[in-house]
């Protein structure tokens, strides 16, 4: 059995109000294209298909019309789970529509699918979290897929409403995910494929400036043991970089199909093929896409030769980032200047050289000592003067603890 693993489309995303959506388009398009050149059993979408709760309608029509084009009308499974940033009602509201074209969208960490039959394929089992599949080719293989659509606190709460032990409500936000994974473990089957969908952010995984306050905070964080433990394949969301969540679980992140940050300039983005046999590791391999727009940053070493790199690369389609190195502000004509040579230049940034130095001057050295200081002046910037947690220290502080025993292991 083949699936072909992605997620974190944004699409309606924008980059400093500059739209994305052609770029999207082509990408969706791409993508089609790849799942019928790997004749694909099943499209795993692992969330955050939007970029906004209210995604504008050209958004919402880009991904319907995708996701019908790649069920070719039920021939092929289309599994899609919400994440954090789609508005999971909104998400499920299509499903009249989409059940019928063989698309199974979730939205909550309760919702089920429908038994129903379809052309490639058939809902032989419907549970919360949990989806029995028999693909209709000569094989007529069978996959099993827990599914954990983005788990905010109250809807994983409410996921475990149905329990018996109250006190299962006061474990961590880590224990009730992995919870909700071995409770429903129990639905594999040894002799049929098993594999488990999920939009979250697993500890130790990397993340890039695109991800707006993602849980750095450290309370939606799941930790490694406590991701499936049984599952042949895991097919994560949430974090934009493609990389191993775990290796010895087979946990992965497809990444962003689209550079949607500065930060993500250099990372190659790509789709994940894999390959699945009963009782056997999944054999897995990229598929790159196009970077169908560049992200560049400039570093000038004036404002003159700023505008030579504008008139140089004037016909380029790229989103432009200028750090230009000066005495003073630069001037608004100068703006004009190079906006004018260059029609998506995203930020203009001065780098005074008198501040410069003065930052040279005032550098001060952050050791073992006053480092939690440090992060406490940070975390207040960055969250309105709000004070972090006794909780956030602490792990904040476990984390440093264990990176500072690392790097005297290495020195010694």
């Not at 309606?12 to 799942?35: A, H, P, T, W, Y």
């Not at 009602?89 to 969208?105: D, S, T």
């Not at 954990?148 to 709460?157: A, F, I």
Request: net charge negative; hydrophobic share 35%; aromatic share 8%.
């Amino acid at each position: 059995m083949r699936i072909i693993h992605t997620s974190d489309w944004h699409l309606g995303k924008n980059l400093e109000g500059r739209s994305r959506i052609d770029e999207q388009k082509k990408f969706c398009d791409d993508f089609v294209k790849i799942v019928n050149e790997e004749n694909a059993d099943i499209v795993v979408i692992a969330g955050d298909i939007y970029d906004t709760s209210n995604p504008p309608a050209i958004a919402e029509r880009l991904f319907y019309d995708t996701a019908i084009r790649l069920s070719e009308n039920g021939r092929r499974c289309v599994f899609v789970i919400a994440g954090n940033h789609d508005n999971p009602e909104r998400l499920e509201a299509i499903n009249g529509m989409a059940l019928a074209n063989g698309i199974i969208i979730l939205g909550y960490p309760d919702s089920k699918a429908m038994i129903s039959s379809f052309a490639g394929f058939e809902v032989i089992e419907a549970k919360s979290g949990f989806t029995k599949l028999r693909i209709n080719d000569d094989k007529k293989s069978v996959v099993n897929i827990l599914s954990l659509p983005y788990p905010s606190e109250k809807r994983l709460n409410e996921s475990f409403e149905n329990f018996d032990d109250e006190h299962k409500l006061q474990k961590t936000y880590s224990q009730k995910v992995g919870e909700f994974f071995s409770k429903r473990e129990k639905y594999y089957d040894d002799e049929e494929i098993n594999i488990a969908v999920s939009h979250i952010f697993v500890v130790g995984s990397e993340v890039s400036d695109s991800e707006r306050r993602i849980e750095l905070g450290g309370t939606l964080l799941v930790g490694k043991n406590d991701l499936p433990q049984k599952s042949q394949y895991t097919a994560l969301g949430h974090i934009h970089k493609p990389q191993t969540a775990s290796k010895s679980l087979n946990a992965y992140y497809s990444g962003s199909p689209i550079q949607y940050s500065k930060g993500e300039r250099n990372t190659v983005k790509s789709v994940r093929i894999v390959d699945l046999e009963v009782g056997k590791k999944p054999e897995i391999r990229e598929r790159y896409i196009d970077n169908y727009k560049r992200i560049e940053v400039y570093e000038c070493d004036d404002v003159q030769n700023a505008l030579e790199v504008c008139e140089k690369n004037s016909r380029k389609e790229i989103f432009a980032y200028f750090e230009i190195i000066t005495d003073d502000v630069i001037d608004q004509n100068t703006i004009r200047e190079m906006k004018k040579l260059m029609k998506d230049i995203v930020e203009i940034k001065p780098i005074v050289r008198d501040s410069e130095e003065f930052l040279a001057e005032e550098i001060v050295e952050i050791n073992k000592s006053n480092i939690s200081q440090y992060f406490s002046d940070f975390y207040k910037e960055q969250n309105s003067g709000l004070e972090p947690s006794e909780d956030v220290m602490k792990l904040f502080k476990t984390i440093v603890s264990s990176d500072m025993e690392e790097f005297e292991d290495e020195a010694d």
